[in-house]
């Protein structure tokens, strides 16, 4: 038997930390070659980790809660195969090092609204505070403690086991004419307390912080849909039929969305400071509720390069994951550009937050028949017609209203001009 360290594994491409979930095997318990040793969540999808090998789990260094980095121990154990066996998750270690974790000091902290006159952050610094959704605004009250001022990571890793007291105070300005937050004490009244789980907490940050890094504004156009909702209940018994997969209006809709983004790639990319990045790839994100109630976001990767039987066949299996929580890391991530169907729960239109880090999200409302006046040869006339309004949400520090009010028509364009003599 020899003793190895475990290691945090790598479950994804962009995957650069995990929190463990909980243990299932105690400190002292032996297993075998594929048991189950712990359970990881990593942005929302959550991971078991099995053992390649048999052997004895001698001792935990991370509690469940904890977040730990990809690549760092996070157990010690004893193993009776060899090394290579391991799949690189448990590496020889000639000298095991015991994991020190800070405790948290009383939450009891004093919020103090002043902002350091340093403002000078290290890359990794930055680097944390993206991944903690931590503004340079919050990162300035921070209290330092490294030379000449400057902030240390041990000093942001304390301030978050803190609970992050500075989160959302607010500047302090000596102008008294200024507009300030009142810290008002509200009634929050009685009732049954529900807990908030982890996804619903990360979601919830997630939201606060898109609301607080985008400048979000919205625009609206309708779509006349009847053409394609026409076609679509003319052949999709025979596309089940051929392809297998049924043929739902999201793969429609995926197509029209990837359509215009390649008329108008602009909107395809995200800002990294000064900067905006374009993004290569077309990968429309699918936002989409989970059985618990909880949002997802699985992606379909290079929509712009799939035929309407691969889009299909890619939603379906996407929506099918979700409802059975079987989603991984790899199908949430990469995501360039969002749609929400906001119609599949009956409203008519909404008003996305954008899926940071991208700059649009288009939400997509109920098909609704409505009497409505059109062009005919014979003139004007009333008819019933299938309509549906759409919003766009966008960035407007990467996006103004002419780029999001043409990308927005243009999607319009493609859904209302389909072509019904279309073939499966």
Request: charged residues 25%; glycine residues 6%.
């Amino acid at each position: 038997m020899s003793k190895f360290e475990l290691k945090m594994p790598k479950m994804g491409e962009s995957i650069t930390e995990g929190t463990i979930i909980s243990w299932c095997i105690n400190e002292g318990e032996a297993f075998e070659d594929g048991d189950i040793l712990l359970e990881v969540a990593t942005d929302k999808v959550d991971n078991e980790v099995p053992a390649t090998a048999s052997g004895t789990l001698v001792k935990i260094l991370f509690q469940a809660n904890e977040v730990v980095p990809v690549g760092q121990a996070i157990a010690i154990l004893e193993v009776s195969e060899a090394v290579d066996s391991l799949d690189n998750n448990v590496e020889p270690k000639q000298e095991i090092k015991q994991v020190e974790r800070k405790k948290p000091k009383s939450k009891n902290t004093v919020v103090v609204n002043q902002l350091h006159s340093n403002t000078f952050f290290s890359p990794l610094i930055v680097s944390i505070a993206k991944a903690q959704h931590i503004s340079f605004e919050e990162l300035s009250r921070i209290p330092a403690t490294g030379a000449d001022g400057r902030l240390r990571k041990s000093d942001v890793f304390q301030y978050i086991d803190e609970g992050r007291p500075f989160k959302f105070a607010q500047t302090v300005t000596a102008d008294p004419t200024a507009y300030r937050i009142p810290q008002l004490n509200f009634d929050k009244g009685k009732g049954e307390i529900v807990k908030m789980d982890r996804m619903r907490k990360m979601i919830a940050d997630h939201m606060v912080y898109s609301k607080h890094t985008s400048p979000h504004v919205t625009a609206y156009v309708e779509a006349d849909l009847t053409e394609m909702v026409n076609w679509r209940n003319t052949n999709k018994a025979p596309f089940l039929e051929k392809y297998g997969d049924r043929l739902t209006f999201t793969p429609l809709f995926v197509e029209a969305v990837a359509k215009a983004i390649k008329d108008f790639p602009m909107i395809n990319a995200s800002v990294d400071g000064d900067n905006i990045i374009v993004k290569d790839n077309i990968n429309i994100g699918m936002a989409t509720a989970l059985p618990s109630g909880n949002l997802i976001v699985p992606v379909v990767k290079n929509a712009d390069k799939k035929d309407l039987s691969q889009l299909a066949k890619n939603v379906n299996e996407l929506a099918g994951k979700a409802r059975d929580n079987t989603l991984n890391s790899d199908d949430i991530q990469g995501s360039t550009f969002t749609i929400s169907n906001v119609g599949t729960f009956g409203s008519l239109m909404g008003t996305p937050i954008i899926n940071q880090p991208e700059v649009g999200i288009l939400a997509l409302g109920i098909i609704k028949k409505r009497a409505e006046v059109i062009e005919t040869e014979k003139g004007d006339e009333i008819a019933i017609r299938s309509m549906m309004y759409l919003s766009l949400s966008f960035d407007h520090r990467a996006v103004d209203g002419y780029l999001g009010g043409s990308f927005l028509r243009r999607i319009g364009d493609y859904l209302e001009q389909f072509d019904i003599k279309r073939k499966i």
